[in-house]
């Protein structure tokens, strides 16, 4: 058990439709990153926040959008999915200034 | 478990050989390199990271070599074991928006027979 927790491991839904990720960081993680895996691209960063407020930004679609809430648990919206978005969504969180993220064990999307 | 290496490159090695694995980054000013392990169904695992000052740093049975001249890391297992099957990612510090993030490479899969 790395500490981070994903939920869920596993989400089947249809296109068009809208879902919500969730991860909760390590406990004294500031900082939690998003992470889209896919065969053909590997793993894309998405988004980072820090302390509540977004950090940098990737290669995140408009239709996603992200949040952390004050007890630092964050959220990854899916929006309007397409079959594309079908992937293996990762959670990562640092304390600041560390580079050593640590990730959780994915949410597995599947959009049919 | 998930399977996150079919159109990666392969690694097929014996029990208790060495491996290396190669990895090319792109940015020349990158000074901080990481490598994960991902093992079919879990996230990845950082396993060792080095910074552009070094050439070569070591820990347990792993050793992470830097070639800025040719923008070139490098993973070398020892004693490879059937625990060490995994796929391998060399990760960058880049900017995003002001600020540093990982940046994962494509990955190697690594296959070890007993």
């Known amino acids: 058990d790395s500490g981070v927790t994903q939920t869920p491991k596993h989400l089947i839904t249809a296109t068009g439709q809208r879902v919500t990720l969730r991860c909760s960081p390590r406990?004294?993680?500031?900082?939690v990153y998003w992470y889209q895996q896919s065969l053909d691209q590997g793993l894309q960063f998405l988004i980072q926040?820090?302390?509540?407020?977004?950090?940098a930004k990737g290669n995140i679609l408009e239709r996603f959008s992200a949040q952390q809430f004050p007890d630092l648990h964050s959220e990854l919206n899916l929006s309007s999915l397409e079959l594309g978005d079908s992937a293996l969504y990762f959670c990562?969180?640092?304390?600041?200034?560390?580079?050593?993220?640590?990730f959780g064990s994915g949410t597995r999307l599947t959009v049919v | 478990g998930e399977s996150v290496g079919l159109h990666l490159p392969t690694l097929s090695v014996q029990e208790g050989d060495n491996s290396i694995i190669n990895c090319a980054y792109s940015?020349?000013?990158?000074?901080?390199f990481i490598w994960y392990k991902q093992e079919s169904g879990k996230g990845p695992q950082f396993i060792i990271d080095?910074?552009?000052?070094?050439d070569k740093r070591q820990g347990q049975r792993v050793t992470v070599l830097l070639n800025k001249t040719v923008k070139h890391l490098s993973l070398q297992i020892a004693a490879t074991q059937p625990g060490d099957s995994a796929v391998y990612f060399c990760?960058?510090?880049?900017?995003?928006?002001?600020?540093?993030?990982?940046?994962f490479g494509k990955g190697t899969m690594l296959l070890v027979s007993p």
């Open positions: 990760a960058e510090k880049k900017m995003n928006s002001g600020y540093s993030t990982l940046t």
């Open positions: 080095i910074r552009s000052n070094m």
């Open positions: 926040y820090y302390n509540g407020e977004e950090r």
């Open positions: 990562a969180s640092s304390v600041a200034g560390s580079y050593g993220y640590t």
């Open positions: 940015n020349s000013a990158s000074d901080y």
């Open positions: 406990s004294g993680d500031l900082s």
